[in-house]
């Protein structure tokens, strides 16, 4: 069964050749270059991943990503001309999975492909039916499940993203415990933490955003300063 990778990018150069290269990985690429072309290419297409650049003519990709994230949650890669951590940022908490910054090399973007995909199906694997599940933490009223990929809060249940998923599943992991965010960066990408980064404190914001965590005391995922995050006992 192919997978199926929407590329949405207005310089037809860039997006020809990230198109070579993934459907030399065995992709299927749906290039678009407008968001609007690209809402219409979603409509009659479910895609496996989608990768955005962050300027398009019709707007931007912000945008777009917020409009998929109303209804899907495949992973999600932004291309960005800029360096300022704002631009990160803002499309990490949007609910990016992971972004790229121009100008890059086309085999950069198929390793990224092959990590957010990975990551995607391992958490979302359908796992036979069971009785009892074999992989739930229930923490003072919130359940996650690595079988299903399931997180509840109170009984309500709140859609996370993989990349959240996994954030919170190594989280309660380890609870009681004072995880540093280089640890949870490596743990979580798979890559490197370098200095300065504010990938994990982005996807914190969004993640407790989603737990209805009280802004300066949340009941989940505590912030000790300068160590890390934790999830307390």
Not at 13 to 23: G, H, N, Q, R, S
Not at 36 to 42: D, F, M, Q
Not at 105 to 114: D, G, I, M, Q, W
Not at 181 to 209: C, D, F, P, Q
Request: proline share 5%; aromatic share 10%; glycine share 8%.
């Amino acid at each position: 069964m192919s997978t199926h990778i929407l590329v949405v990018d207005d310089e037809k150069e860039l997006a020809d050749v990230i198109e070579l290269y993934l459907t030399g990985e065995g992709y299927t690429v749906h290039k678009c270059y407008t968001g609007a072309e690209a809402l219409r290419c979603i409509r009659h297409t479910d895609p496996d991943l989608a990768i955005l650049d962050v300027m398009l003519p019709d707007g931007d990709g912000f945008q777009l990503l917020r409009k998929i994230r109303e209804k899907s949650f495949y992973p999600v890669i932004m291309l960005t001309a800029k360096t300022a951590d704002k631009d990160k940022i803002t499309g990490l908490t949007a609910g990016a999975d992971d972004y790229i910054t121009k100008p890059f090399h086309p085999l950069e973007v198929v390793a990224r492909v092959k990590s957010q995909l990975r990551r995607y199906r391992l958490y979302n694997h359908s796992a036979p039916k069971q009785e009892e599940p074999a992989h739930v933490y229930e923490i003072r009223g919130l359940l996650i499940n690595r079988d299903s990929h399931r997180c509840f809060l109170f009984g309500e249940e709140r859609k996370l993203t993989p990349i959240e998923f996994s954030i919170l599943w190594y989280l309660c992991g380890r609870q009681g415990v004072v995880v540093p965010s280089e640890e949870l960066y490596e743990a979580v990408w798979g890559e490197k933490y370098l200095n300065g980064n504010n990938t994990v404190m982005a996807h914190i914001g969004r993640l407790r955003e989603k737990l209805g965590e009280p802004a300066g005391n949340p009941r989940f995922i505590k912030t000790v300063w300068g160590v890390g995050y934790t999830i307390e006992t």
